[in-house]
C-alpha cells in the first residue's frame, strides 16, 4: 500500500532532550515536507526536501534540522526542544515538485514537550 | 504573503443537504489549489487538486471550483452524508515548493 508513515505517533518528552521524528514514504517520491499544526494557525512548513542531499527551510524552520540521505527518509530532529514546539506535525511527500502534484500526507505525531 | 482564509469556521447541516465550502486567498499567481479532508487524529486525505488553468474538478459527490483571478475557491458537496463530517481544508502552491493552508471548516452533518 502507497503511504507516507511516521514514528512515533504520539510522543511526551522534556524540554532540551534531542528527538527525531521519522518519516517514510515508499511511493519514490522526490519531493518531502515537513509541517506543524496548530489551533488558529493552520499548516505551517517547517522544511522541505526536493531530493537526495537537496533540503530548505520553510515558514518556521527555527528550532529543527533535517536530513534526506535517502529518497524514502526525511527525518525531522529537534535538537533542544522547548515548550513552543508543542504541536501536531505532518510529515508530506509528492511525486516531484509542488506546481503539478498532489501532497500525501502522513498519519501525523503529537508533540508535547514538558 | 500569501494568506489563505476559510469561513465559515464551523458549519452543521442535516443530513442529505447539499453545501459549499468557500477558500479565497489573497494572491491569484498561483499553481494549482487542493482541497483536503482531515478527520480528528489523522493526517490529510488529498480530495481534490485543480491546476491554475482549470476551472473545476470532480470526484463523486464532490465538485471543486477554482476562479484564480478573483482569488476564490469552492467545495461542493452534494447529498451530505454522517461520513463526511471532518474538517476541510483548502491549499495554494505558489510555487515548487510552497503550500499555503487555510485554517479549515469543521463541517458536522447531522443524522
Known amino acids: 500500500e502507497a503511504q507516507v508513515t511516521q514514528n512515533p505517533r504520539y510522543l511526551i518528552t522534556v524540554t532540551g532532550k534531542k528527538l527525531t521524528v521519522t518519516c517514510s514514504q515508499n511511493m519514490n517520491h522526490e519531493y518531502m515536507s515537513w509541517y506543524r499544526q496548530d489551533p488558529g494557525l493552520g499548516l505551517r512548513q517547517i522544511y522541505y526536501s526536493m531530493n537526495v542531499e537537496v533540503t530548505d527551510k520553510g515558514d518556521v524552520p527555527e528550532g529543527y534540522k533535517v536530513s534526506r540521505k535517502e529518497k524514502r527518509n526525511f527525518p525531522l530532529i529537534l535538537e533542544s526542544p522547548s515548550p513552543n514546539q508543542t504541536s501536531l506535525y505532518f510529515c508530506?511527500?509528492?511525486?516531484?515538485?509542488?506546481?503539478?502534484?498532489?501532497?500525501?500526507f502522513g498519519p501525523g505525531t503529537r508533540l508535547t514537550v514538558l | 504573503k500569501q494568506e489563505v482564509t476559510q469561513i465559515p469556521a464551523a458549519l452543521s447541516v442535516p443530513e442529505g443537504e447539499n453545501l459549499v465550502l468557500n477558500c479565497s486567498f489573497t494572491?491569484?499567481?498561483?499553481?494549482?489549489l487542493q482541497w483536503f479532508r482531515q478527520d480528528p487524529g489523522k493526517g490529510l486525505t488529498s480530495l481534490l487538486l485543480i491546476q491554475s488553468s482549470q476551472r473545476e474538478q470532480t470526484s463523486g459527490r464532490l465538485n471543486a471550483s477554482l476562479d484564480k483571478s478573483s482569488g476564490r475557491s469552492t467545495l461542493y458537496i452534494a447529498a451530505s452524508q454522517p461520513g463526511d463530517s471532518a474538517t476541510y481544508l483548502c491549499a495554494v502552491s505558489t510555487g515548487a515548493n510552497n503550500l499555503f493552508f487555510g485554517t479549515g471548516t469543521r463541517l458536522t452533518v447531522i443524522p
Open positions: 508530506a511527500s509528492s511525486p516531484r515538485s509542488l506546481r503539478e502534484n498532489e501532497q500525501f
Open positions: 494572491d491569484s499567481a498561483i499553481y494549482n
